[in-house]
Nanobody
């Protein structure tokens, strides 16, 4: 019975930054891998960044060097720091976590204007 709640989305101009947060309702010891996905308007959902329980990270090529995923086990929270945002980053961003099964957050809208 894991709940993932995202926050931090909003409207930002190109070149700006946003920090997304995903708070888990259970201890992150129970959550192995976590990730951020996004779904641009009219497109399929895609993986943005992932982080393992050991702290290893993976990023989509489109966000490498601009986005950083991190986790704070004490706060049961995963973050996505997004810098140098581009209009192509506009999407609904979803938090994902695995704990015997997969869990999805409700999504938070990120809109990047030109």
């Amino acid at each position: 019975q894991v709940q993932l709640v995202e926050s931090g989305g909003g409207l930002v101009q190109a070149g700006g930054s946003l920090r997304l947060s995903c708070a888990a309702s259970t201890s992150m010891r129970s959550i192995n891998d976590m990730a951020w996905y996004r779904q641009p308007p009219g497109k399929q959902r895609e993986l943005v960044a992932a982080i393992t329980s050991g702290g290893s990270t993976n990023y989509a090529d489109s966000v490498k060097g601009r986005f950083t995923i991190s986790r704070d086990n004490a706060k049961n929270t995963v973050y996505l720091q997004m810098n140098s945002l581009k209009p192509d980053d506009t999407a609904v961003y979803y938090c994902w976590g695995s704990s015997h099964r997969a869990y999805w957050g409700q999504g938070t809208q990120v809109t990047v204007s030109s």
